[in-house]
């Protein structure tokens, strides 16, 4: 027998009465404003093409690392999911059987945020009345597919029905942006702006490195067999972009090692680099130079920094070597950032015109490190609670690590990061029933008035990261 899926309107608040209509209160203030989201993994292909989705298998399952590594850690393997590795070995291609064998797993995602997001989608997107499991496994891939054939579940009328007000995408260093420039030839008015990642031409440790460096020299005609060239290049990237619409970079750093080299040095190490395969601890002192530079950079363009350090990714080699990157094997490392960082904040640190946003997936760092930093470098702040604690507990244990050393206003609001679309909502929902959840505490407590906290409640949920990200 199918049960029912109801999304609770009180979900992730405090379970106390008195403080739980604190929190409900506090959410009428922030539930229906618009959604900034400054940093993500959509794809621009979607907005600019505004082609139908094909399935529930390709749009909720196959791009999702969370989903994939779940299952995986369950014993199930990829090829059962439909995932081809690059050997040829045989996978499974009926995508209702897949759908299945997910629905019949779903218990797995019981009390993850998974659960919560996917539920969302059913409930809140697709209007799905039952709980998925076996037994409803069926009607769900039908409604889904059904649904998806429809102009209401087109990207563009999606974009309009979730209330994005601004989506940020983020693209390599090399991209040539057609599909942002198709964007603003459209004439559509949703706004979809790019993000400059420029890891593939930064990081030596990647296999393609030199290559990536050598295309970077053609895009532009600098010579990028020099230095000085590279950093050229780099800059009219940077400006490339900005015409596009990106206001920030990002940074995937295993580390937050900044350096600050002489010239000479600089110029040395990157003809080693490029020179040497593998390039060994090269590398790290060479990432650790570039995000000086990028600083550097920020500072004379106005480009807010983002830097996400800690992960290691690809932990899982022949699932690497097999089925590419973003599949689920990547693992968090231990991250330090106050030893990491001084370089780069001797040179920049005290600077009102620059920004740098920092991220951890080590929360040790949260009340050690990173809020002593945000809290008195004007340049720092501090992004939200990512990737694996983008969940309840993880952004309760945020804010109560960092607030009463950081304060809010060195915080950023909120960020989806996301390739999964149609989870956006779910995401920022989640978001604000956290930070309405902890704001209710404090009023609770008679830390903060009721009416400051609904104040914050806004400039977290919109005023902060538009703010923040210069849009
Ligand atoms: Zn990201």
């Keep these: 027998m199918s049960r029912p899926l109801r999304l609770d309107p009180e979900r992730f608040f405090p379970a106390d009465a008195a403080t739980r209509s604190i929190a409900a209160r506090l959410f009428t203030g922030v539930e229906h404003l618009p959604i900034v989201s400054p940093h993500g993994h959509t794809d621009p292909r979607w907005f600019a093409g505004n082609e139908s989705f094909d399935d529930a298998v390709s749009l909720l399952l196959w791009p999702d690392h969370y989903v994939l590594r779940m299952l995986m850690s369950a014993g199930l393997t990829l090829e059962s999911l439909g995932v081809a590795p690059n050997d040829g070995a045989a996978v499974e291609t009926d995508r209702r059987k897949i759908w299945r064998r997910f629905a019949e797993h779903y218990h797995l995602f019981r009390a993850t945020p998974t659960r919560l997001w996917l539920d969302h989608v059913f409930a809140g997107v697709f209007g799905l009345p039952v709980r998925l499991d076996v037994g409803t496994a069926d009607l769900y891939y039908d409604a889904i597919n059904g649904a998806l054939a429809t102009p209401p579940f087109r990207p563009r009328a999606l974009f309009d029905r979730f209330a994005i007000e601004v989506l940020a995408t983020t693209e390599g260093a090399l991209d040539p942006l057609d599909q942002h420039r198709l964007i603003a030839a459209s004439g559509w008015q949703g706004k979809v702006i790019t993000t400059f990642r420029p890891d593939d031409v930064t990081d030596p440790d990647r296999a393609d490195f030199a290559a990536n460096v050598r295309?970077?020299?053609?895009?532009?005609?600098?010579?990028c067999t020099h230095?000085?060239?590279?950093?050229?290049?780099?800059?009219?990237?940077?400006?490339?972009?900005?015409?596009?619409?990106?206001?920030?970079t990002d940074h995937g750093h295993p580390t937050a090692l900044t350096a600050d080299l002489p010239l000479r040095e600089a110029r040395e190490l990157f003809a080693k680099v490029l020179d040497r395969r593998p390039p060994g601890a090269d590398a790290e002192l060479f990432r650790a130079q570039m995000l000086t530079e990028m600083a550097r950079m920020s500072c004379a363009d106005g480009m807010v920094m983002q830097l996400h350090a800690g992960a290691w990714r690809n932990h899982n080699d022949s699932l690497y070597r097999r089925f590419g990157r973003d599949r689920g094997g990547d693992v968090p490392l231990q991250t330090n950032f106050t030893r990491a960082l001084k370089p780069l904040l001797d040179l920049f640190g005290s600077r009102n015109d620059f920004t740098l946003i920092l991220f951890t997936l080590d929360e040790s760092t949260y009340s050690r490190e990173l809020a002593p930093l945000v809290g008195h470098y004007p340049c720092l702040r501090l992004g939200p609670a990512w990737w694996f604690h983008d969940a309840p507990d993880a952004m309760l244990r945020y804010r109560r690590s960092i607030t009463e050393t950081a304060g809010i206003y060195n915080t950023v609001g909120f960020n989806?990061?996301?390739?999964?679309?149609?989870?956006?909502?779910?995401?920022?929902?989640?978001a604000r029933r956290i930070d309405c959840a902890y704001l209710s505490e404090l009023v609770a407590t008679r830390r903060l008035d009721e009416d400051e906290a609904a104040e914050v409640a806004v400039d977290l949920a919109y005023r902060l990261p538009k703010a923040a990200y210069r849009l």
Excluded: C, K, N, V
């Design 215 to 223: 295309r970077l020299g053609e895009l532009t005609g600098e010579d």
């Design 416 to 430: 989806d990061d996301t390739r999964a679309f149609f989870s956006i909502p779910a995401r920022h929902d989640l």
């Design 227 to 248: 230095w000085d060239g590279y950093l050229a290049a780099l800059r009219q990237r940077r400006a490339f972009f900005r015409e596009h619409g990106a206001t920030a």
